[in-house]
C-alpha cells in the first residue's frame, strides 16, 4: 500500500509533462520580449542558514502597490515551481471582484525548474518526520519512473525555522506587509506541512489553505502530534480552510477519512480562536482539485469575521 501511495505523489501534475509537445510556429524572441513570468513578479535564489539548501523565492505584488502606500496582507506558499502562477492570477481575479482582499503572494520552491524535479526536495523541506521505510522504498523506485530520488524525509522544522526566521523578516524589510496578517498554502505533501507548520505556529500564521494534505505519512503521525498538543494547550487561534476531492480516494485510499477526522478532531477539541472550514469536492481528483481549492480557500480565510 505504501508503494501504491508513494507513486501516486510523485505523480501530481506529470501528465502533461510526460506528453509529446509540437514545436510553436514562429517562435523567436526579440530584445524587448517581457520576461516570462507572472505579470508583477520577481524571483530571485537564496541559501538558508538554517537548512543549507538553495530556495527559489517568487514575489507577485497587487496592482496597487506601485500608486501608493497600502499595507497588505502576505500569503506564503509552498510548491511555487507548479502553483505560484495559478495562486497569484486567482488571487488577483477574487480582489478584482471584491471577494478578498489584495494580498502580496510569496511562492516558495526550488532553483530547479519543472515540477518533476521538485520531487527529491519537497520530500524533504515538506514531512514533518523522518520515515526511512518511505525513503528507502522511493529510493529504490523513483529512477524506474524517471524521477530523481528523494533527498531524504523529515526536514519539515529546519523548513518551518527558514520561512518564520530568513524569509519572513527579509520580505517584511522590503515590502509593505501587515505582519499581524500572514496566510500559508499548501497542497498535498504542501497540505501535510501546513497541518505541521498550524500546529507549530507560534503566531507565525494567521490563515491556513490546507490542500489535499497527505496525512497518511509515517503512520499518520500528524494525528500524533495533534494529540499531543492538545495535552498542554488550549487554544489554537487561526482559520484554517481544509480540502480534498472526493475521488482521491481512489488515488490514495483513506484520504478523505483521514481529512474528515483530522478537521472533526480539531473542531471537537474546541480551540479558542480557531476557526475551521471544510470542502469536498465531488467528482475531482487530486490533480483536478488544485483550482478549485485556491478558489475556495482564499474567500474562506479572506472572509470578513
Not at 520552491?109 to 523522518?130: K, Q, S
Not at 497527505?214 to 495535552?231: D, I, P, S
Not at 476531492?245 to 477519512?257: A, L, R, T, Y
Request: aromatic content about 12%; overall charge neutral.
Amino acid at each position: 500500500m505504501k508503494r501504491v501511495l508513494m507513486v501516486a505523489v510523485i505523480s501530481i501534475f506529470l501528465s502533461s509533462g510526460c506528453r509529446k509537445e509540437s514545436a510553436p510556429v514562429a517562435a523567436t524572441t526579440q530584445p524587448n520580449d517581457p520576461a516570462a513570468f507572472v505579470a508583477g513578479a520577481e524571483s530571485w535564489t537564496t541559501t538558508s542558514a538554517i537548512t543549507n539548501r538553495k530556495y527559489q523565492v517568487s514575489i507577485a505584488l497587487p496592482p496597487s502597490y506601485a500608486i501608493g502606500d497600502q499595507v497588505y496582507p502576505v500569503l506564503y506558499a509552498t510548491d511555487a515551481n507548479s502553483q505560484f502562477g495559478t495562486l497569484v492570477e486567482t488571487a488577483r481575479l477574487l480582489s478584482m471582484a471584491k471577494e478578498t482582499p489584495e494580498i502580496i503572494v510569496v511562492g516558495i520552491g526550488w532553483p530547479v525548474g519543472h515540477f518533476i524535479n521538485t520531487i527529491a526536495p519537497r520530500a524533504l523541506d515538506l514531512t514533518p518526520t523522518a520515515d526511512p521505510s518511505w525513503v528507502e522504498t522511493a529510493t529504490r523506485d523513483f529512477p524506474k519512473n524517471g524521477f530523481p530520488p528523494p533527498e531524504g524525509s523529515g526536514g519539515g522544522a529546519g523548513f518551518l525555522r527558514f520561512i518564520r526566521e530568513e524569509l519572513i523578516p527579509s520580505v517584511e524589510r522590503k515590502y509593505r506587509t501587515t505582519p499581524s496578517d500572514r496566510a500559508y498554502y499548501g497542497f498535498s505533501f504542501g497540505g501535510l506541512f501546513g497541518a505541521y507548520a498550524l500546529l507549530n505556529n507560534e503566531g507565525t500564521f494567521r490563515r491556513f489553505v490546507v490542500g489535499s494534505p497527505t496525512l497518511w505519512w509515517n503512520n499518520r503521525v500528524m494525528f500524533e502530534q495533534e494529540k499531543t498538543y492538545a495535552e498542554t494547550h488550549k487554544s489554537l487561534p487561526a482559520r484554517v480552510f481544509f480540502s480534498i476531492g472526493i475521488d482521491e480516494d481512489n488515488e490514495f485510499p483513506h484520504s478523505v477519512s483521514d481529512l474528515r477526522e483530522f478537521a472533526r478532531v480539531l473542531t471537537e477539541r474546541r480551540y479558542e480562536g480557531l476557526t475551521v472550514g471544510t470542502h469536498f469536492f465531488e467528482g475531482e481528483r487530486h490533480n483536478s482539485v488544485l483550482g478549485a481549492t485556491i478558489s475556495r480557500g482564499l474567500r474562506f480565510i479572506y472572509a470578513k469575521e
